[in-house]
């Protein structure tokens, strides 16, 4: 799937404000432009049925909804199913990664990260850029 990374609209999810920043600083640095923010899942879905979405990042560890709630929610939405959704965590056990991988995520971030792993998750999902 080749991107117009100018285009791209990316939208991050973290109930942690000073991540939203960082991971909006670092796709910048890549490139990215149009990227919009929720603070927790229940906004995203708003914003997911509001416009169209390329890429969903978002946390794991979220109240009230947790990001593998919301990727099921994404997941089981008709109109939404098809996006790639990347689940940033600073746990990386595999029971974890295995019920993402089971719930129909695209790809798994562990924190900290840097613009090189992100860069390298993006390719994942969209080829290069």
């Known amino acids: 799937?080749?991107?117009?990374?100018?285009?791209?609209?990316?939208?991050?999810?973290d109930d942690y404000i000073t991540m939203l920043r960082i991971t909006s600083n670092l796709l910048k640095?890549?490139?990215?432009a149009?990227?919009?923010?929720?603070?927790?899942?229940?906004t995203a879905l708003i914003k997911l049925n509001q416009q169209r979405?390329?890429?969903?990042?978002?946390?794991?560890?979220m109240e009230p909804m947790s990001g593998l709630e919301l990727l099921?929610?994404?997941?089981?939405?008709?109109?939404?199913?098809?996006?790639?959704?990347i689940m940033v965590t600073a746990e990386?056990?595999?029971?974890?990664?295995?019920a993402a991988k089971q719930a129909g995520v695209t790809n798994y971030i562990v924190k900290p990260f840097n613009t090189a792993i992100l860069k390298?998750?993006?390719?994942?999902?969209?080829?290069?850029?």
């Open 34 to 42: 149009n990227i919009d923010e929720a603070t927790d899942g229940e």
């Open 72 to 85: 099921v929610a994404i997941r089981s939405n008709a109109e939404l199913m098809s996006i790639p959704f």
């Open 29 to 32: 640095q890549l490139g990215f």
């Open 120 to 129: 390298s998750k993006l390719i994942s999902v969209f080829g290069e850029f």
């Open 53 to 61: 979405f390329d890429l969903i990042i978002s946390d794991w560890n």
């Open 1 to 13: 799937m080749d991107i117009d990374i100018n285009n791209a609209r990316i939208l991050i999810v």
């Open 92 to 98: 990386s056990k595999t029971e974890n990664v295995i």
